[in-house]
């Protein structure tokens, strides 16, 4: 059966680089796009970006600058990273498979990131 | 950006009853339109999308309507398990953008 799994650090420091891995069974990286969300305190659900079953990938805006996703298809395994993070990044972080035109129908449990010095 | 306008964002209501919550988009989003449970302990569920299909193993007692701008997620008769919080989001275009959420909770 399908499933998600996302594995983060749990703490980091401001203005340090989050890196989390979302392991993948029961299907292919390269049949499918996969997504990142984030829900914040502040801003509640938010999605990041995908990584496309081709290996392409799209950002928000919002985060543009700072994150990057990419994937290791032999491990089944997609990588979220980003940069410079701030006090407001902190929340649930969730890896999802995206089903066309842009829902999503498997999640991952999600990993908490508190950001925090 | 779409703007995703969900409500209410708490609702109190008892087994067998029927309640429904509005998600209102700031501009057309044709049918695109999907809906999540989310429960303590387990992943986010997608009940519905595009609008008004049911996700395979969704229950009948939910429902989805709505195109344009405004939608809306019923659900009939509650189950114990219904009582969750509840998502919409909008798949017409990117940035894809969530509702704020509407928690249910046993009256």
């Known amino acids: 059966q399908v499933q998600l799994k996302e594995t983060g650090p749990g703490l980091v420091q401001p203005t340090q680089t989050l890196s989390i891995t979302c392991t993948v069974s029961?299907?292919?990286?390269?049949?499918?796009?996969m997504q990142w969300v984030r829900q914040t305190p502040g801003k509640g659900l938010e999605w990041m970006g995908f990584?496309?079953?081709?290996?392409?990938?799209e950002y928000n805006s919002e985060f543009k600058s700072r994150l990057s996703i990419s994937r290791d298809t032999s491990k089944n395994q997609v990588f979220l990273k980003m940069n410079s993070l701030k006090t407001e990044d902190t929340g649930v972080y969730y890896c999802?498979?995206?089903?066309?035109?842009?829902?999503?129908?498997?999640w991952g449990p999600g990993t908490m990131v508190t950001v925090s010095s | 950006d779409v703007q995703m306008t969900q409500s209410p964002s708490y609702l109190a209501a008892s087994p067998g009853e029927s309640v429904s919550i509005s998600c209102k988009a700031s501009k057309s989003i044709n049918t695109y339109l999907a809906w999540y449970q989310e429960k303590p302990g387990k992943t986010n569920k997608l009940l519905i999308y595009?609008?008004?299909t049911l996700q395979s193993g969704t229950p009948s007692r939910f429902s989805g309507s709505g195109s344009g701008t405004d939608f809306t997620l019923t659900i009939r008769s509650l189950e114990p398990e219904d009582f969750a919080v509840y998502y919409c989001q909008q798949h017409n275009e990117y940035p894809l953008t969530f509702g704020s959420g509407t928690k249910l909770e046993i009256k």
């Open positions: 990584i496309r079953s081709g290996g392409s990938t």
């Open positions: 595009s609008g008004s």
């Open positions: 029961g299907f292919s990286l390269t049949s499918y796009y």
């Open positions: 999802a498979r995206d089903h066309w035109p842009g829902y999503f129908d498997f």
